[in-house]
């Protein structure tokens, strides 16, 4: 997920703005870049199991907006938004191979991995 599929995202929901009007906050924060304060409210919403805020999480953290960049949360975030289907498998399996292989542990290539395979996870249809 790049900036402008986060924003297709937050954007997305500006219609149905979100379930809550938390998250419909949450992505307005984000949509103006105020990444900081859009990330404490994502937080409590990616706890809380919603879709949007856990991608948006892991992007954050990958990317290091309003949060400190961390390869590592990241992978969390993105692996919490992964439902595995036949889309998703292989990166999937990159994205572990990458968190826990020692020798070829690299939290970067990991996040890049299990968030290919959350975007993969969306309903096709």
Known sequence: MNLQTANFLANK????????????????????GQYLQSSRLLNKLAINGNYEAIMLMGYLYEFGLGVKQNYKNACYWYFHAVNLNQYNHRPLTRALRYFYDPDQLNYKKSAEWFRMSAELSIDRY
């Open 13 to 32: 929901n500006k219609t149905n703005i979100g379930s809550t009007p938390l998250l419909s906050e949450a992505l307005k924060l984000f949509l103006k």
